[in-house]
């Protein structure tokens, strides 16, 4: 490649990288999105696996990484969201980059645009989880082990460590890049194979060690990562007796997060493959085949038969579909390159459209979701207009908040007694159902660790609007009005009388019922 080249496909990747950064800057989140969030917020101020701080299996490089930018922010969630807004611009670059080994320029460019326009990554690269990250790191592993396998042996050293850094970020990823990572070294030779190999151990010995040492040791790790999984995988995995019930859950969910992730770069790589069928094209390039198997197989496999969790899981081979999407455009265009041009900003359009426009539940109710801009809003208006209204209107030492998202009442509002009420999730057997409380309760206002005010009495406060439908004195509940719409439930609780919860309801009993407050 002559010096032309090389600058031209800088400008092109400096163009991807601004492009990505300034469509992600008016949208990023101001409140933790997700329960995990909360867990990497408390991990940055005390690492403590037992405490799920952060989950299992300990992601302690993306923790460091979080140390490390905070001294900037200052702000856990600041920090984590401008993390996942950089990267994702950043693995738009190195998808440019991927692309151009794999294909060509113009699969590269249109592969890092579908991935730029992904509702999906878009919504990811908003929010305060690792998963953009994460895709960063696999693109440029994949990138470069890519060229190792092509004879270029000076990325070798380099893939090695960014696979072995992605397992320090999340471990699950390294496990799912060994298949891959064997085949693409299968010729570099013993010698630069076993320095590889020495390499990646050191760097991993780097973050598992302190990991170990932070968890008590390795026998202490393993039981906190079992016990962790043990909540999830009883329903899911087939290996824990989940049968039929969990593939299809782990499939379906597979399946959904997958075709939005992809968007409409589906379309052409779907419209390819029917015209090489029709065509007779059987040709292929094995070689080039079977990385992409080994690339995205055992993700797969893992997601289908053990466990399917949120969408962002999709991020480790989603690339690779987006490669296939631009690739089949290429191939669709021939030589034309207006048709190119105007049918990938068609595409684009549409999926920018999808993400900005489209609305959280586009069905109504509440079934069907999508995570958009519209998705984004509401999650920040849903815990900023609650833990508003309880700040400014409900006085700590008389307010007891009782909530299935317990885990941001508990980072936010630390002042305020916590009444952790669980319900079982979506896509469990349990979903909608009360999952009881972590412990049952029938206690007065002093038992609950209030202090009552000056006309004796206290507020049980209901965060989770759907929380309502498990309450025995829905005719004593009021109603503090949010910013945005609707309300905030709570009870008043005079001294005399018992709160009780945890047994898949909640009520007052005895006495008479409290004045609403303010009256």
């Known amino acids: 490649m002559d010096r032309f080249d090389r600058r031209q496909d800088a400008w092109m990747a400096g163009g991807l990288f601004v492009l990505t950064l300034f469509s992600r800057i008016p949208f990023r989140t101001k409140i933790l999105y997700h329960w995990d969030s909360v867990n990497f917020a408390y991990a940055m101020r005390e690492f403590s696996m037992a405490k799920e701080q952060p989950q299992a299996p300990g992601y302690i490089v993306y923790v460091w990484l979080c140390r490390l930018v905070d001294v900037l922010f200052h702000d856990a969630q600041a920090t984590m969201v401008w993390i996942s807004v950089v990267a994702s611009a950043l693995a738009v670059v190195t998808l440019f980059y991927l692309g151009r080994s794999l294909f060509d320029r113009r699969v590269g460019l249109i592969a890092a645009l579908f991935l730029v326009a992904s509702p999906l990554f878009w919504f990811y690269g908003e929010i305060a989880l690792p998963h953009s990250l994460d895709t960063l790191l696999v693109i440029l592993g994949v990138w470069w082990l890519y060229e190792t396998m092509q ?45 590889a190999g020495a390499l990646g151990a050191a760097i991993c010995l780097v973050w598992f060690v302190p990991l170990m040492a932070l968890s008590g040791g390795l026998k202490a790790y393993l039981e906190v990562t079992a016990r962790f999984t043990e909540r999830f995988y009883a329903t899911t995995s087939v290996l824990k007796g989940a049968g039929w019930w ?109 993400f900005c426009l489209v609305p959280e539940y586009p069905l109504g109710g509440d079934r069907f979701r999508l995570l958009t801009r519209d998705a984004l809003i509401n999650a920040d208006h849903y815990y900023m207009d609650r833990i508003d209204a309880i700040k400014s209107k409900l006085a700590p030492g008389s307010t007891a908040i009782l ?95 018992f709160f009780h919860y945890g047994s898949g309801s909640f009520g007052i009993s005895s006495g008479t019922p409290g004045m609403p407050v303010g009256q």
């Open 151 to 195: 004879g270029r042996h000076r990325y070798l050293y380099p893939a090695i460590a960014v696979a072995a850094l992605a397992g320090g970020v999340r471990q699950q990823t390294l496990v799912f890049l060994v298949p891959l990572l064997l085949f693409a070294l299968r010729k570099v030779g013993w010698k630069r194979f076993l320095i």
């Open 246 to 354: 969990g593939v299809r859950r782990n499939l379906l969910k597979l399946t959904m997060y997958t075709l939005f992730g992809w968007g409409v770069a589906l379309l052409p790589a779907m419209a390819c493959l029917a015209v090489k069928v029709w065509r007779r094209e059987w040709s292929f390039d094995r070689e080039k085949a079977a990385f992409f198997v080994l690339w995205m197989a055992p993700t797969l496999i893992f997601y289908v038969l053990i466990h399917m969790g949120q969408q962002g899981l999709v991020f480790v081979f989603l690339p690779a579909l987006l490669l296939w999407g631009a690739a089949g455009l290429v191939y669709l265009s021939g030589s034309q390159p207006r048709r190119l041009t105007v049918i990938a900003c068609v595409l684009l359009a549409i999926n920018v459209a999808l």
């Open 403 to 497: 909530a299935s998202n317990w885990h941001h009442v508990q980072y936010y509002l630390p002042e305020y007694v916590l009444l952790p009420f669980d319900v079982g999730s979506k896509w469990e057997k349990n979903e909608g159902d009360p999952a009881g409380a972590l412990r049952q309760v029938s206690a007065t206002p002093t038992g609950l660790g209030l202090q009552p005010d000056d006309r004796g009495q206290v507020v049980i406060a209901i965060f989770d609007p759907y929380l309502m439908a498990f309450s025995e004195t829905v005719s004593s509940m009021h109603e503090l009005p949010l910013k945005h719409g609707g309300g905030l439930g709570y009870l008043t609780l005079m001294e005399e009388q």
